[in-house]
Each structure stands twice: as structure tokens, then as C-alpha cells.
């Protein structure tokens, strides 16, 4: 089997990518894996400054899954390009820059800090961030800022590919994904976490000091594969799939629909080896199933 993949213009060795806020910054996980084995590494999200992010508690348990209100706790892209970066095995493995910023104009500053980063090879724009000149809403509920904010991006990110990670909680993923697709990207991700709250009746008080956080894991795999297969059906840029993929089976069901990548997110947590495990099970799978590469399998759901 063949396991490389070939998404906007960048090479995986195989299709397992850490999805970001799940992996740290790569170094946090050397002790479990060769980090040299994984297609890519989506670090976690960065913006212009270092921020804390949210109070705790901000993790909680749910049932087959888990709401995080972590809130981009990140060091900042200086601290990163700095300290971080230099330490991933970056001509071997994908480094994939997650980008969170407030405002249409801040992505852009981002992006720009990025074009000439050698060590980057995609840059995966968070269009899940609340947009402080509009109140707070996300940027990825609305196509016009998704397009917008794309554009932003491609336009000082000079020959780096653009990625646009879109949100679930959203009526119709596919105009989120023409959105992006009008805008420039190269590619697009999905899904990011789901908008869910839990509750604790003896305390009468809300699990997470935020209240509402994303749900991930097995329970919303059913969902990203609806939006994944969605979304693959109404643009033309390949898409990394994500959420809920716990096995083999599940990577290949999300290439099946049509991605031609998937991350790996809450399974990172649950076990510290599994994205390194999984790049070994994917592989005996697809033999097992006798593909010598995966066009063959890609995209070819009969419905």
C-alpha cells in the first residue's frame, strides 16, 4: 500500500494527522511515538500574544466523548517560531500552523508572520474564533466572513497553502465550504468541536466555568461524517476529515466520503500513542481491504 497523500500541494507519507489543541506542540508527545511516523502535526492554536484562556474547570467528561472551554490557551507565535518550531521534525513530518485571531485584519497579520516560515507547510485558518467587531459571533456562521477571512490570509500568506477549518454549528456546512473555496483556499477541515454545556444537579451549576464548550470523540463521529461527505460533494479543494475517529475503520470511513487526510483529536487524550498506533492499523486495514493506494478508495461511496 502506498500510503501517501497529496493535499494542497503538500505530501503526507501517510494520511494521519494530529488534529490541533490535541498534541500540544508536537515535543509534549516524543514519549510515546516517533513523531517522524505521522502524516502531519497540527499544533495547537496560535495567535499574535500569549494567552491564558478560559477559568477552570474547562474539561469535562461526557458520555463517548468530551466538551473542552480551554479558550487558545497558546504561547504566541513569536514564543513558537522561536522555541517551538526548531524542535519538530519538520522536513519529515507536516507542521500544519493553527491560526486564532479576532478580527478579519489579525488573521492577516498572523498569516504574514507565517509566508516565509520554511518549517510550515499549511497554514489551518480557525474560522471557529469569535469575531470581536461583531459581537462575538464566529467567524465560521457566517460565509461572508469565512470568504473574507480567507481572502485576508491568501493574500499575505504569499505561496503558503491555506486551509480553512469549518465549524459544525452552522445550518448548511456545504455554504461554509464554498465559502472558503471562494475565498482561496487550498483545502478545507472539518469539524471542529460542537457547541454543548454539562450540568451538575447537586451543585445546580454548570460543569465548565465557561458554561458552553465544544463536545468532541466517538458521539459527534455520525455528524462530521454527514458534514465531511457534505462538504467533499459541493467543492473541488481536498478536504481534511475529523471528529470522533477512535480506529482504523473510522479513518477510512471519512476517506471513503471523500477526505483526503483525517485528524485525530480526542483519541490523543484517551491513549498518548494512538495517532502513532493508528498510521500502522490504517495501513494493515487497507491491505486487508487490497488498495494499493488510496484514489482508488477515496470518494467512492455509492449512494
Given amino acids: 500500500m502506498d500510503m501517501r497523500v497529496q493535499i494542497a500541494g503538500v505530501e503526507l507519507k501517510n494520511p494521519v494527522v494530529t488534529a490541533s489543541g490535541t498534541f500540544g506542540y ?16 497540527s499544533v495547537k492554536g496560535l495567535s499574535l500574544k500569549p494567552r491564558k484562556g478560559n477559568p477552570m474547570p474547562r474539561l469535562v467528561e461526557t458520555a463517548s ?24 521534525p519538520w522536513k519529515e513530518t507536516a507542521i500544519i500552523a ?17 509566508a516565509d516560515e520554511e518549517g510550515v507547510a499549511l497554514l489551518e485558518v480557525n474560522v471557529s474564533c469569535p469575531n470581536v467587531k461583531a459581537g462575538g459571533s464566529a467567524f465560521g456562521q457566517d460565509p461572508t466572513l469565512i470568504r473574507k477571512v480567507t481572502e485576508m490570509v491568501r493574500s499575505r500568506s504569499k505561496d503558503k497553502p491555506v486551509m480553512v477549518k469549518l465549524s459544525p454549528n ?11 473555496e471562494e475565498g482561496g483556499a487550498h483545502a478545507i477541515s472539518l469539524i471542529n468541536t460542537i457547541s454543548g454545556m454539562a450540568v451538575d444537579i447537586r451543585r445546580r451549576r454548570p460543569c465548565l466555568a465557561n458554561v458552553v464548550g465544544g463536545l468532541s470523540g466517538p458521539a459527534v463521529k455520525p455528524v462530521a461524517l454527514r458534514c ?7 467543492v473541488t479543494i481536498p ?32 491513549r498518548p500513542d494512538f495517532s502513532f498506533r493508528l498510521v500502522d492499523e490504517i495501513e494493515a486495514l ?18
Fill in 98 to 114: 493553527n491560526l486564532y485571531a479576532s478580527s478579519v485584519e489579525e488573521f492577516g497579520d498572523l498569516a504574514g508572520l507565517f
Fill in 170 to 180: 452552522v445550518t448548511d456546512i456545504t455554504v461554509a465550504a464554498r465559502a472558503a
Fill in 239 to 270: 478536504a481534511m476529515g475529523m471528529g470522533g475517529i477512535s480506529c482504523a475503520q473510522d479513518a477510512l470511513e471519512f476517506i471513503l466520503v471523500g477526505a483526503h487526510a483525517i485528524q485525530v483529536g480526542t483519541g490523543n487524550f484517551i
Fill in 65 to 88: 466523548g468530551m466538551l473542552n472551554a480551554i479558550g487558545i490557551q497558546n504561547v504566541g507565535v513569536e514564543e513558537f517560531l522561536g522555541n517551538k518550531l526548531p524542535k519538530l
Fill in 26 to 41: 508536537g515535543q509534549e508527545f516524543t514519549p510515546y511515538g516517533d513523531l517522524k511516523k505521522l502524516g502531519g502535526i
Fill in 286 to 303: 487497507a491491505d486487508e481491504l487490497g488498495l494499493s493506494n488510496w484514489d482508488e478508495f477515496r470518494g467512492t461511496l455509492q449512494v
Fill in 228 to 234: 465531511v461527505h457534505q462538504a467533499c460533494n459541493a
